[in-house]
């Protein structure tokens, strides 16, 4: 019985890591540096799946910022995980509305300028940056700690 679990707490660990992996280890290795990060990395996935959590991505996440603080200015590493779940709620939009937030936040384009330059009505551009603004909202509330 015991094997059991530990085989599936295996498996867990295994494929959050193929999911978040490369995010966890980078943001170690901002603050920590190569060698440091891969420790670190490794016992927060196994903190992780250990608490038995069914989304790992927010635990994930929450136990890097908790971690990382002690090792590093506790703002700039909210910052980071702050830039994190904005950037995955921005991957999560579909393309279009993507690329109309992409266009008004980083391009600073206001919505006539997006409208001319994709062929989109002003109106249709107004309303899908308001969703994606939105959806990307409710993501990070998601994905923050508890």
Known sequence: MA??????????????FDVHGSTIFTLCR???GEKNASALTRDIFVA??????????PALLDETARRLATH?????????????RIADGLRKLTEPRRRLV?????????????????????????????AGLSAIRNHMTAMAPV
Request: glycine letters at 2%; proline letters at 3%; hydrophobic letters at 50%.
């Open 3 to 16: 094997n059991t679990t530990l085989e599936h707490q295996a498996i867990d660990i295994r494929r959050a």
């Open 30 to 32: 901002r603050f920590l």
């Open 48 to 57: 992780v799946a250990a608490q038995g959590e069914a989304d790992q991505a």
């Open 72 to 84: 590093a200015d506790p703002s700039a590493v909210a910052d980071a995980v702050e830039r994190i």
């Open 102 to 130: 992409t266009l008004a936040l980083v391009d600073r384009l206001d919505h006539a300028e997006i409208a001319a330059r994709t062929s989109t009505p002003a109106l249709e551009v107004a309303a899908e940056i308001r």
